[in-house]
């Protein structure tokens, strides 16, 4: 008995320690050492520099390695190795947070959030490009964008392709039941009840709800749209509005009038676009690409049934409601090893060549103001054609602090939603919380 | 205690052995511990050429114990334990109960329990998704099949659906384990004493409380201690199943020190919620070990 005893003791505090240790292994990766890149030297002799490019899924055909293809047949001497993204942007940032701050030189070129320079700009995980392109290669984007991907006065990033929120609808259903196309948020609401209830469809509605940065996209139309907004001109928190109040009410009656399914709370954007691809919803909102992805074969049994416009607004407005401004930005691992091949490559990305690719071969808006204005393209991306007839909106992301404002909208905007708290609950939590951290708490 | 000159080389020579691996566990467990207490009891910028620290003592403690946040999610990680321990070591013990009869097919049956055991967490989180799904999950339609419900309940929607459903999947999960731990303890118990207790007309109930459930103490506690510190760990089954969601109602304590570190890029206060962690799961340890010491000596008297 007395040996066994000792046994279990010792394999116990070998235990201890080990599970101690444990915890805070993920807090030492912050540190890891730099990613040496083994065959470059092989490469090196034989001309050809490898630059590794971090990109989510654009679209989902392939266009990334088509836009790469395009590019290394012109630069023979780079050679570009795609590293896949999460679709999720917050896991995208938390991954590249790590890599980068602990000195990775991989990737060396990375898409990211549009809303990041604040954040980026602070922590130096993105390249100052201001510092290393001349003024003459920011002339090539469209009005706004430039400063958009700044902070304090520096150039973090080269947009790459610009987003925003669109109403995309059935077309064969309206029709059918002689509805027009949703001019208002009200009316929205009446003609999916009215599919609904003729059983032409299951769903009204399908948007992003789920606990993540999809969702302050979606509040910020639905609460700009309402008059309200996050902070007021002195930069202080004014989210428990009765503007404020009005949109999250409207958002909450959508799901109890059954209009949107009660899935909506753990809906990011693939679980949304599929339910629409299912033919299972007569409205989505989604992003740009949203249009190539529900007419490509193989995924979507809508084809040649969608129409896009831009989103609602309340009844009593005029005109159209608001489209939160999203997109990605293409920004330089400051650790990069390859500097050079880096700048050429995205000097390519956002020329004239790579963004007509991207705004033909994808439903995204391309950057490039030349390519914007081109008619011909404008004929072939029915989204590039409704985006100047929408009213913009920007999330208030030009803080380092914005991943902890952001997290108060979300996870506060998504407990009402549930029915978890009271609308004027979540609301006073949300402001109080984004008080917080907008006061750098840094929780 | 006084050690002869013989017990006194072995024990040198005993250490001197065991040195390697002790310097292998200083280096990989008490250094990164030590420099994440170092890191929390720091400003840190993220600069081009590395971090950059900035002594500020207990400044990032003030922070993290003032937010709200960080008392939810202590909550939730401790009330989590709590539930999963105490149901895990009860499913286990009966079923590594069941385990320690000479039944035919006991060998298949350890075999198929395991099973869950081995999957990667991420991946069962990921399947437990799909069968809670509201739209399409498995266990909405064979509920409605079987008429238990009507309409479709969205399991991870309400943070205390979302709770019990993220329990049930690691329970499913971790009570192998468990059995496992209890199984060996059982087969270390002497056949003697049944046959003497039967023998003297003990009834099967009896000389469960009497013989096993004491002499298996020790295994107890060893599966508690095990469950304890791997449940204050939880950060890979909410981070697939639920994001922490609905709100944050099901965020643990190192989901919330991922979320400050890697997405807000505070790296002090995250850091000062991990030494907390740690401090608080050492504690727990130490505590766990007290009990389990004095228990053993009970039975050696």
């Known amino acids: ?443 | 205690m006084r050690l002869s000159k013989l017990e006194r080389r072995s024990a040198i020579a005993g250490y001197a052995m065991l040195s390697p691996a002790m310097l292998v566990i200083a280096l990989v467990t008490l250094f990164p511990i030590g420099y994440s207490v170092w890191m929390s009891m720091n400003t840190i910028s993220s600069t081009f050429t590395g971090f950059q620290f900035q002594f500020s003592g207990f400044k990032n403690y003030g922070i993290v114990f003032h937010s709200s946040l960080f008392w939810q999610t202590l909550w939730f990680t401790t009330m989590y334990a709590a539930v999963t321990v105490v149901v895990e070591l009860v499913l286990g013990l009966l079923v590594a109960l069941a385990l320690n009869q000479p039944i035919r097919g006991r060998g298949l049956a350890i075999a198929v329990m395991l099973v869950p055991w081995t999957l990667i967490t991420v991946i069962s989180a990921q399947m437990w998704g799909y069968i809670y799904n509201g739209i399409y999950g498995v266990l909405n339609y064979v509920l409605m099949s079987i008429h238990i419900i009507n309409t479709p309940f969205l399991w991870l929607g309400t943070p205390t659906s979302a709770t019990i459903s993220m329990m049930m999947a690691d329970i499913w999960k971790t009570t192998p384990f468990v059995t496992m731990i209890l199984l060996a303890g059982l087969q270390l118990i002497p056949s003697e004493l049944y046959e003497a207790a039967k023998i003297d007309g003990s009834s099967a109930w009896n000389s469960f409380w009497r013989i096993t459930f004491p002499l298996l103490r020790p295994s107890l506690g060893l599966a508690a201690l095990f469950r304890i510190l791997q449940a204050f760990g939880l950060f890979d089954l909410p981070f697939v199943l639920t994001n922490g969601g609905p709100g944050t109602s099901t965020m643990s304590i190192a989901m919330l020190a991922y979320q400050a570190i890697f997405n807000n890029g505070s790296f002090g206060p995250g850091t000062a919620v991990a030494v907390v962690t740690v401090a608080l799961v050492i504690l727990l340890a130490l505590g766990s070990l007290k009990a389990l010491r004095t228990q053993v000596g009970e039975i050696d008297t």
């Open chain 1, 1 to 443: 008995m007395k040996r066994t005893t000792t046994i279990a003791l010792t394999a116990l505090s070998a235990g201890v320690v080990l599970s101690a240790g444990l915890t805070p292994t993920f807090l030492t990766s912050t540190k890891q050492p730099a990613h040496v890149s083994a065959p470059a030297a092989a490469r090196r002799a034989s001309g050809v520099t490898t630059i590794v490019w971090a990109a989510g899924t654009i679209s989902g055909n392939g266009l990334r390695q088509d836009m790469v293809n395009h590019f290394e047949k012109l630069h023979p001497t780079i050679h570009v190795k795609i590293v896949q993204e999460p679709s999720n942007t917050n896991t995208t940032r938390a991954q590249l947070v790590s890599e980068i701050s602990g000195g990775a030189t991989s990737p060396d070129v990375y898409m990211g959030d549009v809303i990041w320079p604040g954040q980026f700009g602070s922590l130096h995980l993105a390249l100052p490009l201001s510092q290393h392109l001349s003024k003459s290669f920011f002339s090539r984007f469209a009005p706004g964008l430039v400063q958009g991907a700044s902070y304090k006065g520096v150039v973090y990033g080269a947009p790459f392709f610009q987003d925003s929120g669109f109403l995309y609808y059935r077309k064969d259903l309206l029709a059918k039941a002689h509805l027009p196309v949703p001019r208002t948020w009200q009316q929205l609401m009446h003609d999916s009840l009215v599919l609904q209830h003729k059983h032409m469809v299951k769903y009204g509605f399908v948007w992003q709800g789920a606990s993540y940065e999809g969702l302050t996209c979606d509040w910020m139309e639905y609460l700009t749209d309402a008059g309200g907004q996050v902070f007021n001109k002195a930069g202080k928190p004014v989210m428990n509005s009765p503007q404020a109040v009005k949109a999250l009410t409207f958002m909450r009656s959508l799901i109890t009038s059954g209009v949107t399914p009660k899935d909506v709370i753990t809906m990011q954007e693939p679980q949304a676009m599929t339910a629409f691809n299912d033919g299972q919803a007569a409205f989505l909102r989604n992003w740009d690409y949203a249009w190539t992805n529900s007419q490509t074969k193989g995924q979507s049994k809508v084809i040649g049934k969608v129409g896009v416009v831009p989103l609602p607004t309340f009844a009593g407005h005029a005109g159209t409601g608001y489209a939160t401004i999203g997109g990605w930005n293409l920004y330089v691992n400051p650790h990069s090893k390859h500097l050079a091949a880096d700048l050429t490559f995205i000097n390519w990305m956002t020329g004239v060549q790579g963004q007509t690719i991207l705004a033909t071969k994808a439903s995204e808006i391309p950057t490039n103001a030349a390519v914007q204005r081109n008619p011909q393209i404008r004929k072939l991306n029915p989204v590039l054609s409704i985006v100047s007839k929408t009213h913009l909106i920007a999330r208030p992301s030009q803080t380092p602090q914005y991943p902890a404002i952001s997290l108060a909208i979300y996870s506060n905007i998504n407990a009402a939603l549930a029915g978890q708290v009271s609308v004027k609950q979540a609301l006073q939590t949300a402001n109080s919380q984004i008080a917080q951290a907008a006061n750098k708490s840094g929780l």
